[in-house]
């Protein structure tokens, strides 16, 4: 789906991303601070990038593609590794898409962070003088749909709210109803916790994709996998089954405030091949901010301050 301007990040947002990605511990940055030569000690860095949580095989790859790089100290090298696997498309040259229809789908496992994640969405937009409306499509739970609801008024936004014990298809079907209706977007739903083992649980994933398909053909569609990033590699186990069931287009990674290693981000775009869209760095509403590759580099690798 193309990006909307509503998802550019400030200079304050960005350095906020960066303090998130910084390692704690010295990690990476400590093993930096000796690899000023051209020829670092590449095992050493390949320790610090496994402790930060991105992965061996992920670790191995990138360096294998620092070493790649022609010219430059061991940390300029890296960084060019780090910055072409992790560099998209920048929101900002991408064209506004805020005149037409969005749906925001957020999918992931118990306890993510899907349903705080759709208000601090809601609450961007509305910050940037949108129409949001909120969709409680997690009718598993009663509340869940309470939770949701609490958040939309303390947002200041709609709610459509699904049928406890509801089929929440049906709850978006009617939600998208209104959204048309009244003009409202982005339409940002809520779904239930669910593995992605759950065959049951993942066809109705389908059938919600199949349902906003039919109701909002022209609208652009992106589906959020919510990640938490303190599960570390665990998370990314969860990817295929939902790609599977809902196709997804891009990943947030929530609590990176949380004691999260910055490193799981690489190893989302690395063997996922998906987009970190957002990154979640905090529990209030304005603690959801759009992610920006090289603020992200900057402050894995220690550059940022
Ligand atoms: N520190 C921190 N906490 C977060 C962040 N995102 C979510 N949380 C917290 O994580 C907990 C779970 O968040 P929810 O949004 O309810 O998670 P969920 O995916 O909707 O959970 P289920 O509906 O049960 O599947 C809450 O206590 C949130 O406040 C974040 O970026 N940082
Ligand atoms: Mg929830």
């Given at each position: 789906?193309?990006?909307?301007?509503?998802?550019?990040?400030?200079?304050?947002?960005?350095?906020?991303?960066?303090?998130?990605?910084a390692?704690?511990?010295?990690?990476?940055?400590?093993?930096?601070?000796?690899?000023?030569?051209?020829?670092?000690d590449?095992?050493?860095?390949?320790?610090?990038?496994?402790?930060?949580?991105?992965?061996?095989?992920?670790?191995?790859?990138?360096?294998?593609?620092?070493?790649?790089?022609?010219?430059?100290t061991?940390?300029?090298?890296?960084?060019?590794?780090?910055?072409?696997?992790?560099?998209?498309?920048?929101?900002?040259?991408?064209p506004?898409?805020?005149?037409?229809?969005?749906v925001?789908?957020?999918?992931?496992?118990?306890?993510?962070?899907?349903?705080?994640s759709a208000?601090k969405?809601?609450?961007?937009?509305k910050?940037?003088?949108l129409?949001?409306?909120l969709?409680?499509?997690?009718?598993?739970?009663?509340?869940?749909?309470?939770?949701?609801?609490?958040?939309?008024?303390?947002?200041?936004?709609?709610?459509?709210?699904?049928?406890?014990?509801?089929?929440?298809?049906?709850?978006?079907?009617?939600?998208?109803?209104?959204?048309?209706?009244?003009g409202?977007?982005?339409?940002?739903?809520?779904?239930?916790?669910?593995?992605?083992?759950?065959?049951?649980?993942?066809d109705?994933?389908?059938?919600?994709?199949?349902?906003?398909?039919k109701l909002?053909?022209?609208?652009?569609?992106?589906v959020?996998?919510v990640?938490?990033?303190?599960a570390?590699?665990?998370g990314?186990?969860q990817?295929?089954?939902?790609?599977?069931?809902?196709?997804?287009?891009g990943v947030?990674?929530?609590?990176?405030d949380?004691?999260?290693?910055?490193?799981?981000a690489?190893?989302?775009?690395?063997?996922?091949?998906l987009?970190?869209?957002?990154?979640?760095?905090?529990?209030?509403?304005?603690?959801?901010?759009?992610?920006?590759?090289?603020?992200?580099v900057?402050?894995?690798?220690?550059?940022?301050?």
């Amino acid at each position: 789906m193309k990006l909307a301007f509503w998802r550019k990040s400030t200079n304050e947002e960005k350095a906020s991303i960066s303090a998130a990605a910084a390692p704690s511990g010295g990690g990476i940055l400590q093993a930096l601070r000796r690899s000023l030569a051209p020829e670092p000690d590449w095992s050493e860095l390949e320790r610090a990038l496994i402790q930060s949580d991105a992965g061996t095989g992920v670790a191995a790859g990138l360096i294998s593609a620092a070493r790649e790089v022609q010219g430059g100290t061991g940390r300029e090298r890296l960084r060019t590794a780090l910055l072409d696997l992790m560099r998209e498309e920048s929101p900002s040259d991408a064209p506004s898409t805020a005149s037409s229809e969005q749906v925001i789908l957020l999918v992931g496992v118990n306890g993510a962070g899907k349903t705080t994640s759709a208000a601090k969405l809601a609450a961007r937009a509305k910050a940037a003088s949108l129409q949001p409306i909120l969709v409680a499509a997690d009718t598993f739970r009663a509340a869940a749909i309470d939770q949701l609801r609490l958040l939309a008024a303390r947002e200041g936004v709609p709610i459509a709210e699904g049928k406890p014990g509801g089929d929440p298809a049906a709850a978006i079907h009617d939600a998208l109803t209104q959204a048309s209706a009244k003009g409202l977007h982005p339409v940002i739903i809520d779904t239930a916790g669910r593995m992605q083992t759950k065959t049951g649980l993942m066809d109705e994933l389908t059938k919600m994709r199949r349902v906003i398909q039919k109701l909002a053909p022209t609208a652009d569609v992106e589906v959020l996998l919510v990640i938490d990033a303190t599960a570390g590699q665990n998370g990314l186990a969860q990817a295929s089954g939902f790609n599977r069931a809902a196709g997804v287009d891009g990943v947030i990674l929530t609590k990176l405030d949380a004691g999260a290693r910055g490193g799981v981000a690489l190893a989302v775009r690395r063997e996922l091949g998906l987009p970190v869209r957002w990154v979640g760095v905090g529990e209030r509403g304005s603690d959801l901010l759009p992610f920006d590759a090289d603020a992200f580099v900057d402050g894995l690798l220690g550059d940022a301050v």
